[in-house]
């Protein structure tokens, strides 16, 4: 099983820009399709961006869609989601995960390792 540690959340203003970073130790990070997904207070956890294995595929909900994005370093074992013209409805618990398989996917399900998550906060 792979061990997921994200890094980069806080407190930015509307319009502003922020990066998580994931990084991975255990098992080769580069069997693992990589995702992103985050929960706001009161609400379920949502699917953000995914990466496959190598990094050439790549997908996004449709909310972010244009202002993120997901990319990964495999020589680093490292996912990184650059958030930019950020929302107060961005604001939530992003959390890491990894996926046993070669494409990404936006099932919830599909994922079995989670990272602890960090809070990224948009307010004036």
């Known amino acids: 099983q792979v061990q997921l540690v994200e890094s980069g959340g806080g407190l930015v203003q509307p319009g502003g820009s922020l990066t998580l970073s994931c990084a991975a130790a255990g098992r080769s990070f580069s069997n693992y399709a990589m995702g992103w997904f985050r929960q706001a207070p009161g609400k379920e956890r949502e699917f953000i961006a995914a990466i496959s294995r190598s990094g050439g595929v790549t997908d996004y909900d449709g909310s972010v869609k244009g202002r993120f994005t997901v990319s990964r370093d495999n020589a680093k074992n490292t996912v990184y989601l650059q958030m930019n013209s950020l929302k107060p409805e961005d604001t939530a618990v992003y959390f890491c995960?990894?996926?046993?398989?070669?494409?990404?996917?936006?099932?919830?399900?599909?994922?079995?390792?989670w990272g602890q998550g960090t809070q990224v906060t948009v307010s004036s």
């Open positions: 995960v990894a996926d046993d398989a070669i494409l990404p996917n936006r099932r919830i399900q599909r994922y079995d390792a």
